[in-house]
């Protein structure tokens, strides 16, 4: 069974260092989606792509979160500067329509 | 602007007890209705959607959910839990902007024998 692939499961850096995430979508899936989790709430959207076009990063903190899908493949996120707060787990997902979304496993980050 | 509402943040349940997670939402136009689990350190899998048509949706590992337009609800519901349900549940709505999905905070199902 197809799946989103995300990597590293697991994210330790200091603040003020640069983070890079990366995602995978399922072979296919035109739109992706970059989600934050934080400790007990629910996926909040930082970035939709649909192919190599950013269709809503309205959320996304600019000043220093980037998202790029050069290809409209695979994704990365990056944050440069880390601060404590951005401790969460980033969620990636892909869809090939607009009612379906397919969830990878995440990136558990943890800023010290 | 949409919004999803889970009105119970923790669920305590015996093993075989039915148990029923609920959720409320907020939407001016058509709504598409998701219901995700999450198990820890794992990220969301689908676990019913409603679209349209019969508002009854029966979704994987025996849940279902119910679509009430006048109420605004969708409530999950199952019949009989296993200690295996034990985890987090979320409700989400299309964002109605786009495809992305605004969450409710999530209910923690807890089941015990």
């Known amino acids: 069974e197809a799946e989103v692939a995300q990597s590293p499961r697991y994210k330790i850096t200091e603040k003020s260092q640069a983070v890079a995430f990366w995602c995978d979508p399922i072979s296919g899936h035109a739109t992706l989606y970059w989600y934050r989790q934080i400790l007990g709430q629910g996926p909040e959207l930082l970035v939709q792509?649909?192919?190599?076009?950013?269709?809503?990063d309205s959320q996304l903190p600019k000043d220093r979160f980037s998202a790029e899908r050069l290809k409209g493949v695979d994704s990365t996120l990056k944050i440069q500067p880390a601060e404590l707060g951005d401790s969460a787990m980033y969620l990636c997902a892909s869809s090939l329509d607009s009612v379906g979304q397919f969830f990878g496993p995440g990136t558990r980050l943890t800023v010290l | 602007a949409q919004s999803v509402t889970q009105l119970d943040s923790q669920v305590p349940v015996f093993e075989e007890a039915p148990v029923e997670l609920r959720c409320n939402y907020s939407?001016?136009?058509?709504?598409?209705l998701f219901w995700y689990v999450q198990y820890p350190n794992q990220g969301l899998q689908l676990l019913l959607k409603y679209l349209s048509g019969s508002t009854l949706v029966k979704g994987i590992n025996g849940f279902e959910a119910e679509f009430n337009k006048s109420q605004t609800s969708f409530h999950l519901r199952k019949p009989s839990v296993h200690i295996s349900d034990t985890a987090e549940y979320f409700c989400?709505?299309?964002?109605?902007?786009?495809?992305?999905?605004?969450f409710g905070k999530g209910t923690t199902l807890s089941v015990s024998s």
């Open positions: 792509f649909q192919d190599e076009s950013v269709v809503d």
């Open positions: 989400a709505v299309r964002n109605q902007a786009g495809t992305a999905l605004i």
């Open positions: 939407s001016s136009v058509s709504v598409y």
